[in-house]
């Protein structure tokens, strides 16, 4: 069974730019969670998604989106990026319930420059 | 609000030792607490974990101790081994979807 696969895995901007992510969860799953992970600010929720709608939201501003498709696969978009954006933007997927054993990818390394 | 706080922040253990790890949470709402290991270059990978109704979980040479009266939880690895050398994140989550709040890591080295 194929894990959850991040594109791309490497990604380099300026400031002002905008990104989107991407993430294709584990076949069957439906609710995919974002988290971004810095030195300074560990791991932090994003926001997740399950059968296509928003879940859960986390404590970051409205430059952060996120949307997910019929087929589960989800992507998440950062507008008007700033320097400490920099991160790695990782995504897990589960099952249907909560509190579920979360599968992560091996996630999206952003750089602002 | 960091609401769960994960000590030490890094660990040096020898080989054949124990481990451990704390951490402690303020919301009474979590209802259930895993532990990741993430190797680097790799996303977080769950290791075992365990809900409020039980005081320990063990699975191998991992166990979960947990004190629900003190909002406390720690993980226990058991005969470390190099191998084990990783960032390990205790979290905490409640009944409300896949909503993970995450401890601040822990760099374990297992030396030889």
């Known amino acids: 069974k194929a894990g959850v696969t991040q594109t791309p895995r490497y990604l380099i901007k300026t400031r002002g730019q905008q990104v989107t992510l991407s993430c294709s969860p584990i076949s069957g799953h439906r609710s995919v969670s974002w988290y971004q992970q810095t030195p300074g600010q560990g791991l932090q929720f994003l926001f997740e998604y399950f059968s296509e709608t928003q879940r859960n939201k986390g404590n970051f501003p409205g430059r952060f989106s996120g949307r997910q498709f019929s087929n589960s696969r989800s992507e998440m978009n950062v507008s008007t990026l700033e320097l400490g954006d920099s991160a790695l933007y990782l995504c897990a997927s589960s099952g249907t319930g909560s509190g579920e054993k979360l599968f992560f990818g091996s996630g999206t390394q952003l750089s602002v420059l | 609000q960091q609401q769960v706080k994960q000590s030490p922040q890094s660990l040096i253990v020898q080989k054949g030792g124990i481990s451990i790890i704390n951490c402690a949470y303020e919301?009474?709402?979590?209802?259930?607490f895993p532990w990741y290991q993430q190797f680097p270059g790799k996303g977080p990978a769950l290791l075992i974990a365990?809900?409020?109704?039980?005081s320990e979980k063990k699975e191998g040479r991992f166990t979960i101790s947990f004190n629900k009266s003190a909002k406390q939880f720690s993980l226990h690895i058991m005969d470390s081994q190099p191998g084990d050398s990783a960032t390990y994140f205790c979290?905490?989550?409640?009944?409300?979807?896949?909503?993970?709040?995450f401890g601040g890591g822990t760099r374990l080295m297992v030396k030889p």
């Open positions: 919301n009474t709402a979590f209802d259930y």
């Open positions: 365990i809900r409020p109704d039980v």
């Open positions: 979290a905490a989550s409640n009944n409300a979807g896949n909503m993970l709040t």
